[in-house]
């Protein structure tokens, strides 16, 4: 079994981010600039977010976190994405999700101008993807290829089942492994609550990909031997034996599904700190304006 470590991979790639970063200031390009909104003070998120400002710091990109109670009112939100869609000095722009049940999460998503939505979230970059057009493809989904792509993991003609089909990663990743080219030409099924069957169909993957929230859910005699695990499932649980009090569990009975595996990503240190980095990249491509004018 080898571990597929995305602490190492993170740390790798922010220093190449770092240099094209430089780079593009040496030959009179501007400090890329990422804003972050974020609402409320749900502590998933805001660990969430600082983890993003902290890293745009890593690589010489400028951050603004901007902050609004739980309670304000959706049309102030907008009001503030449209004042930073206009303005020329932010090249990207995320809103942390979740959002208090009285927003409505498409309509602030949609609001996000194309060309800044570096989360890759807006329906325009969506369906962009899903046509193979040039796009921000949304940061987990890039993470976890990025992962398959640097650790040379074969996905030709490999059955890859993805257990989990929300708009941001699950339906993203299952669509972008079954396009042409590589990492792609993979046979997918995507399972879900309704799935019947999932031990059966998850213990068929070559590779298989857990994005539920649900912790452990996916045991050894769900797995494959010698398959490749990818874990994006992160769920804070108490723990007393952490200082903080809590610690990150994923989706994968890592213990006992890790001896079966080819390889496997560990929650904390996989897919988490690839999410990040991709959120990165797509905000440096948003200030060299390669995707977009
Ligand atoms: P959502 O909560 O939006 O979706 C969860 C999906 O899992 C749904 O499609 C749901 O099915 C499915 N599901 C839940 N329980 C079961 C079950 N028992 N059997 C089969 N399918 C099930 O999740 P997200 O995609 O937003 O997040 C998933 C996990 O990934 C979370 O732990 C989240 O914290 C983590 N995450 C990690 C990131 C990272 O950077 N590593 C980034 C984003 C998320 P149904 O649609 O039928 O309800």
Redesign the pocket.
């Known amino acids: 079994m080898q571990l597929l470590d995305g602490r190492k991979l993170a740390e790798e790639i922010k220093k190449e981010i770092a240099d094209e970063v430089s780079a593009f200031k040496a030959t009179g390009g501007k400090t890329p600039h990422l804003a972050a909104i974020l609402v409320g003070h749900d502590a ?1 998120s805001e660990s ?1 977010v600082a983890g993003k400002v902290k890293a745009c710091a890593e690589v010489g990109i400028r951050s603004t976190l901007i902050r609004f109670e739980e309670n304000i009112e959706e049309n102030i939100l907008i009001e503030k994405i449209t004042e930073i869609n206009e303005n020329n000095d932010i090249d990207g722009l995320i809103v942390q ?1 979740p959002l208090p049940g009285h927003i409505s999460e498409n309509r602030i998503i949609e609001t996000i101008a194309v060309n800044k939505d570096v989360d890759g979230f807006h329906p325009v970059n969506i369906g962009r993807m899903v046509i193979g057009m040039p796009c921000y493809i949304s ?2 989904p890039a ?1 976890i290829l990025e992962i398959l792509r640097r650790y040379n993991i074969r996905t030709e003609g490999k059955l890859c089942v993805v ?8 339906k993203p990743v299952s669509i972008l492994l079954s396009q042409k080219g590589y990492p792609g030409n993979a046979t997918v099924t995507l ?5 019947i069957n ?1 031990k059966e169909i998850a213990s068929k993957a070559d590779i298989l990909i857990a ?4 912790p452990g ?1 996916i045991k050894a005699d769900m797995v494959k031997e010698g398959a490749v695990v990818i874990d ?4 804070r649980i108490k723990s007393d034996k952490t200082k903080s009090g809590w610690k990150l569990t ?2 994968v009975q890592f213990d006992e599904v890790a001896p079966k595996c080819s390889y496997i990503t560990p ?1 904390p240190g ?3 700190l ?3 980095v991709s959120l990165l990249k797509n905000t440096l491509l948003a200030a060299k304006k390669s995707i977009y004018n």
Request: contains cysteine; proline residues 0%.
């Open positions: 998933a969430y999700l940061a987990t993470g257990v989990g089909r929300s708009n941001i990663v699950g399972c879900h609550s309704k799935t999932l994005a539920m929230g649900q859910f994006v499932g992160i769920t994923g989706d929650v996989g897919v988490g690839l999410t990040v």
